[in-house]
T-cell receptor, first 113, second 113 residues
Framework: GAGVSQSPRYKVAKRGQDVALRCDPI?????LFWYQQALGQGPEFLTY????????KSGLPSDRFFAERPEGSVSTLKIQRTQQEDSAVYLC???????????FGPGTRLTVT | GENVEQHPSTLSVQEGDSAVIKCTYS??????FPWYKQELGKGPQLIID?????GEKKDQRIAVTLNKTAKHFSLHITETQPEDSAVYFC????????????FGSGTRLLVRP
């Protein structure tokens, strides 16, 4: 079946621009997680949702980062006034529930110039 | 919070040999330990996982062992093949960490033909 999809796959933004990254989870998956992966490192947690509720946003690095999942399916990660240190791959994962396996999408590679 | 350490950072083996990657974790409340394989330009792919109520799990050429007392777990790949070449990540999760995955730093595995 269809896996987690993310768009765009690549995004180049000039410093100071706002960006929006989209995640389409596996159909019926309740949990949705966002991770940030810097080059050569493991993914780091940003935030997660159970249905439309954002239960943990402790990993968001600053108030420039905002995530939403208004109808409990598609999620958007927004980064305002992008900075060079925001350059990374942003991964989305979904799962049937909090205690179940997480399945990752291909990621969006963000480059801030 | 949870901290996961992974060794080695790189591993080169001859095709047909076995490969072992080890991880340690710090939070005794963690109870779920997945392993992911990440190929270049792709998202992490779940290859095997283990929960704290079992000590070992096997799936064809891949096995994972868990020692809760020592707080370490390992990935074993037997009869390695060139297509096993990738970066492997261990992770830990539990209710106390809000189910988010805490990843190790990754192991780059190279299987020489």
């Amino acid at each position: 079946g269809a896996g987690v999809s993310q768009s765009p796959r690549y995004k180049v933004a000039k410093r100071g621009q706002d960006v929006a990254l989209r995640c389409d989870p596996i159909s019926g998956h309740v949990s949705l997680f966002w991770y940030q992966q810097a080059l050569g490192q493991g993914p780091e947690f940003l935030t997660y949702f159970q249905n439309e509720a954002q239960l943990d946003k402790s990993g968001l690095p600053s108030d420039r980062f905002f995530a939403e999942r208004p109808e409990g399916s598609v999620s958007t990660l927004k980064i305002q006034r992008t900075q060079q240190e925001d350059s990374a791959v942003y991964l989305c994962a979904s799962g049937r529930g909090l205690t179940y396996e997480q399945y990752f999408g291909p990621g969006t590679r963000l480059t801030v110039t | 919070g949870e901290n996961v350490e992974q060794h080695p950072s790189t591993l080169s083996v001859q095709e047909g040999d076995s490969a072992v990657i080890k991880c340690t974790y710090s939070d005794s409340a963690s109870n779920y330990f997945p392993w992911y394989k990440q190929e270049l330009g792709k998202g992490p792919q779940l290859i095997i996982d283990i929960r704290s109520n079992v000590g070992e799990k096997k799936d064809q050429r891949i096995a994972v062992t868990l020692n809760k007392t020592a707080k370490h777990f390992s990935l074993h790949i037997t009869e390695t093949q060139p297509e096993d070449s990738a970066v492997y990540f261990c992770a830990a999760s539990g209710e106390d960490s809000s189910y988010k995955l805490i990843f190790g730093s990754g192991t780059r595995l190279l299987v020489r033909p």
